[in-house]
């Protein structure tokens, strides 16, 4: 997977700038499973940041605009990893703000 190759790179760069900047990997993938194996090896890598990315999709006939490809998931994959993974840091990718989903960050950081 061209993700895990571009992480795998990435973290042999960083060392360099670790006082400069923390590096945030990006799980990616076509099914929750998907989501959880790159995560999974992403951890293995070292990374501590780890954003859920891949969940939108353009929308047609737009130049820049993009949207949830299904909510359920997005929710699906979310939910997943929190469960897996209870105390890592989770941001979805271009997604809408939490707070005009009706959550809180606190509240999606604890699902």
């Given at each position: 997977m061209a993700t895990l190759e571009s992480a795998c790179q990435a973290m042999?760069?960083?060392?360099?700038?670790?006082?400069?900047?923390?590096l945030v990997g990006v799980a990616q993938g076509e099914t929750v499973e998907d989501y959880l194996g790159c995560?999974?090896?992403?951890?293995a890598m070292g990374f501590r940041?780890?954003?859920i990315g891949g969940?939108?999709?353009?929308?047609?006939?737009t130049a820049?605009?993009?949207r949830v490809s299904r909510e359920s998931s997005l929710?699906?994959?979310?939910?997943?990893?929190?469960?897996?993974?209870?105390?890592?840091?989770l941001f979805a990718l271009g997604t809408t703000?939490?707070?005009?989903?009706?959550?809180s960050c606190l509240q999606l950081s604890l699902r």
């Amino acid at each position: 997977m061209a993700t895990l190759e571009s992480a795998c790179q990435a973290m042999v760069a960083y060392p360099p700038y670790r006082e400069r900047f923390s590096l945030v990997g990006v799980a990616q993938g076509e099914t929750v499973e998907d989501y959880l194996g790159c995560y999974q090896a992403l951890k293995a890598m070292g990374f501590r940041f780890i954003a859920i990315g891949g969940l939108l999709r353009k929308v047609q006939g737009t130049a820049r605009y993009t949207r949830v490809s299904r909510e359920s998931s997005l929710w699906e994959v979310i939910g997943a990893l929190r469960v897996t993974y209870p105390e890592d840091w989770l941001f979805a990718l271009g997604t809408t703000p939490a707070h005009m989903m009706g959550y809180s960050c606190l509240q999606l950081s604890l699902r």
